[in-house]
């Protein structure tokens, strides 16, 4: 009886460990670091419905149109220099809005945000990119009623 009570926790362990990677794609895209050729590395980055003292709140995926806003924050560690990088608010794969935002050392955050207006609803892209248009980070997400 031991012996297979064992087994069982066996099992059942792996298989919460083998579950347990398979959730980390969505969770690396969110929060790994990704760098470009000169070494600047975004650490994290996130839509939520505000920044709060340097600090997203509220993150998700699916916003309501009620919030009236949307933002992408976006941190960066190490910054090696001087730079800047775009944030490309894509709506149904057109460009909405590009905004131009600055970094600098030894590592920063910043954010844009966006108002909504009854026809955002639908899906919306974030794409992060640095100041040669290589993209960093695409995060996808949905404005709903």
């Not at 794609?25 to 709060?52: G, I, R, W, Y």
């Amino acid at each position: 009886m031991k012996y297979k009570l064992s087994i069982f926790l066996i099992i059942l362990l792996s298989l919460d460990i083998f579950f347990s990677l398979q959730a980390l794609p969505q969770t690396k895209e969110n929060s790994m670091p990704t760098s470009d050729s000169k070494n600047l590395t975004l650490f994290h980055a996130v839509m939520c419905e505000e920044v709060k003292k340097h600090v997203p709140r509220n993150p998700a995926i699916v916003f309501s149109i009620t919030i009236g806003k949307v933002f992408c924050y976006t941190s960066f560690d190490p910054v090696p220099k001087k730079t800047f990088i775009y944030h490309n608010w894509l709506y149904r794969d057109k460009i909405s809005t590009k905004i131009k935002l600055n970094l600098k050392p030894p590592r920063w955050t910043t954010y844009s945000r966006i108002q909504l207006r009854e026809a955002d609803k639908g899906p919306w892209r974030m794409e992060i990119t640095d100041n040669k248009g290589n993209i960093l980070r695409v995060l996808r997400f949905s404005i709903t009623d």
